[in-house]
């Protein structure tokens, strides 16, 4: 017989003592390799643990992202952290509630059947026959590997799960007490590094000493284009950086394309097409075709905090503080890049502003280490805004390129689309290469990894969510990896699946216009998935959609749906606008399938979360550059959505607790964009396909 097949994370790390520790003080910790960075994730995984461990969340702590202590879980990304991360905690607390039930029944002299676990004590009800997790946690060894055999309790048996429980982790944001920025350790420097104007630029010349003579400078570090300088005080650190700037001779060359629409810079550049999809059946002859181009900008992270990190350097041992999404991998590049053994380096998560993505924590957790093993004292690096903005990795520019054919009953039988895009992902893998920015400016620098789109059977790259769930009997679809780089781009929220996706919801109105049917209605005539008509029709109801309802030439309304990845969570969204010197969110109304839910209201804040990112880049978020580098330096630069700019939000939860949880932090974003895009079609009977819409787009757009 096969043994049971373990969750993957579980698989990579299988000792039940990874996970779960019974403390002195009638407590219980649980360890998780995923991380928080504002998605709840650490209260979700808390209430799958209390759930099967049978104890309430006062009575537990949960210790995340820690490679001295949590097993290591990869990177907490692409909305997999419950699918991956609870799944594997759920399984490790129900095989440790098993072996102490267990072990109780043997002790007391009853049958397992019999007893009961309630706040971690174990009893035969109505009796005072009792012992604890605490009581026999020295008999109850869990350095053992999981079995995986032992079945979690029955979705009608939770109280836990499927509760809005408090978050964990917001008393100590709302104090300042989580975030990097704010460590403060013994006898800290505060750090600030200067970073070359261009991609191409290295460092000629420095005049150190003007800068070591500035008050409470206590180091100035020059490794080839590296420098670094330490102060006691953080504005004397600041007015270092300054110094070091003017003091500073670089050689530049260009090195980059000319700037231009994406449109038509990206199949200009070289690129290399991978096939993905297709499919050849029998269908009725083309009545009428259409054809469209869609594209998306290179857009930041735009964290409202910049990216910072702590380090500290003693006796040949390094402990790193830093929000990056996958401190294991970043220890293995520290080690490449300070010719350390991996065994001699630390890496803990400490909350940052959050990213949802690969911005510059990883980056910044190098100039720490670089700064506190040059100082002998612990060190605090912030990046600028400048920094954050011009030398983080950035979301990938998009070009997609859609054509399709209706038989004469309006009906899809044709479907084409090509998409041109960077590799999505330059994170910190096991992968040769260091992919950290100062590696590369080092006197012996280190080459970066060589960029790999993600692979589709994870949801794919630049080819993410480009195959439609929609019923296509002819399509083919198509990924050009662009090979030429332009500006650095790395993992950022819902990756392709955002620009793939509000082309094909855009594309998709534009097709039902041509048949003269509905949007809502064209779109439900195309699937077969019942779970994919439940949150349209839903979405729909919820925001009080006619069918053929006309604008006012002002006023309109779009939708916008997708399974995100074609794997995790189902979302349709309507958005309402009001266009007048630009466009006005008015009233957002989202339905969503993400399987069982763990906890509701953080479900819903990271729905809400996913739209208000969306509508930032749907309307206002594009980076400028030249042919040295990204020019985009600040918030007047690089507009964001403002508070007063967000719509009403109605967010309403398909709830399947019998079913299996599905990732749902990226699911908002692409239909988001396509519903926004929609709903300006509806209310000018203008075509805007390539963002950001803004008021000089929508002109354009107007005049072709």
Not at 403 to 421: F, K, M, P, T, Y
Not at 471 to 490: G, K
């Amino acid at each position: 017989m096969n043994s049971p097949k373990l969750p993957a994370s579980l698989a990579a790390n299988p000792r039940l003592d990874r996970w779960v520790r019974f403390d002195a003080d009638r407590r219980v910790t649980v360890f998780s390799g995923k991380v928080e960075i504002g998605q709840g994730i650490a209260t979700a995984i808390a209430q799958i643990a209390a759930e099967e461990l049978e104890v309430s969340l006062q009575q537990l702590t949960i210790v995340s992202g820690d490679t001295t202590r949590t097993p290591n879980e990869g990177v907490t990304s692409g909305s997999m952290s419950i699918e991956q991360g609870g799944r594997a905690m759920r399984a490790v607390c129900a095989e440790v509630r098993h072996l102490f039930v267990e072990a109780a029944a043997i002790k007391l002299e009853v049958r397992r059947e019999d007893l009961v676990v309630r706040d971690g004590e174990i009893f035969v009800p109505g009796t005072d026959v009792r012992t604890s997790y605490w009581e026999l946690a020295a008999e109850v060894s869990l350095a053992r590997e999981a079995s995986g055999s032992i079945a979690a309790k029955p979705a009608q048996a939770r109280t836990v799960i499927g509760t809005s429980v408090p978050r964990l982790d917001l008393a100590a944001k709302f104090t300042g007490a989580a975030f990097i920025h704010d460590i403060e350790l013994p006898d800290m420097l505060h750090a600030r590094v200067l970073r070359p104007p261009s991609y191409s630029a290295r460092l000629v010349s420095l005049d150190a000493d003007k800068v070591r003579a500035l008050p409470g400078v206590v180091a100035i570090v020059v490794d080839g284009s590296f420098v670094g300088v330490c102060a006691e005080r953080e504005e004397q650190a600041v007015k270092a950086l300054d110094a070091a700037r003017a003091a500073a001779r670089w050689k530049d060359q260009a090195s980059l394309p000319e700037s231009r629409e994406i449109r038509e810079l990206l199949p200009l550049l070289k690129s290399e097409r991978v096939q993905i999809d297709s499919a050849n059946a029998a269908a009725a002859p083309v009545a009428k075709r259409l054809a469209a181009s869609y594209s998306r900008p290179y857009i930041a992270h735009a964290s409202i905090g910049p990216s910072c990190a702590a380090a500290h350097y003693t006796d040949g041992e390094l402990t790193v503080w830093s929000h990056s999404q996958g401190v294991f991998f970043l220890r293995g590049h520290l080690a490449r890049a300070l010719g350390m053994p991996i065994e001699s380096i630390a890496v803990i998560h400490r909350d940052g502003a959050g990213c949802y993505g690969h911005n510059g924590a990883d980056d910044v957790a190098l100039d720490a280490a670089l700064l506190a093993r040059a100082c002998g004292r612990p060190v605090l690096v912030q990046w600028t805004r400048e920094d954050e903005l011009a030398c983080s990795p950035c979301g990938a520019a998009m070009l997609v390129q859609l054509a399709g054919g209706l038989d004469a009953s309006g009906r899809i039988v044709e479907w084409q689309h090509d998409v041109w895009s960077q590799p999505h992902s330059t994170r910190p893998t096991p992968r040769e290469g260091v992919n950290l920015l100062a590696a590369w400016h080092l006197a012996t620098p280190h080459a970066p990894s060589t960029p790999v789109d993600v692979p589709m059977q994870f949801g794919g790259g630049g080819g993410r969510n480009s195959i439609p769930l929609y019923v296509l009997p002819n399509r083919q679809i198509a990924l050009h990896v662009v090979q030429e780089p332009v500006l650095r781009v790395s993992a950022l929220r819902a990756l392709g699946g955002y620009a793939n996706v509000f082309a094909i919801e855009s594309f998709m109105d534009e097709l039902a216009a041509a048949a003269g049917v509905d949007p809502v209605a064209f779109r439900l005539a195309h699937l077969e998935d019942p779970r994919a008509r439940a949150v349209i029709e839903t979405a729909a109801r919820a925001s009080g959609w006619i069918a053929g309802a006309t604008s006012d030439g002002r006023h309109g309304r779009g939708i916008g749906f997708a399974r995100y990845k074609n794997a995790a969570a189902y979302c349709a969204v309507v958005m309402e606008i009001e266009v007048a010197e630009q466009v006005k969110l008015k009233r957002c109304v989202a339905a969503v399938d993400a399987g069982e839910i763990i906890n509701p209201d953080g479900l819903r804040n990271q729905i809400e979360g996913g739209i208000v990112q969306a509508a930032s880049w749907t309307l206002k978020e594009a980076l400028r550059w030249d042919t040295n580098g990204v020019r985009t330096r600040s918030w007047e630069d690089y507009p964001i959505l403002g508070f007063s700019e967000v719509p009403e939000i109605d967010v309403i939860l398909i709830d399947h607790p019998e079913l299996r949880p599905l990732g749902a932090g990226e699911c908002a974003a692409g239909p988001t964009a396509a519903a926004i895009a929609n709903a300006l079609q509806h209310a000018l009977g203008v075509r805007a396909r390539h963002l950001p819409l803004t008021p000089e787009r929508i002109a354009q757009a107007m005049e072709r």
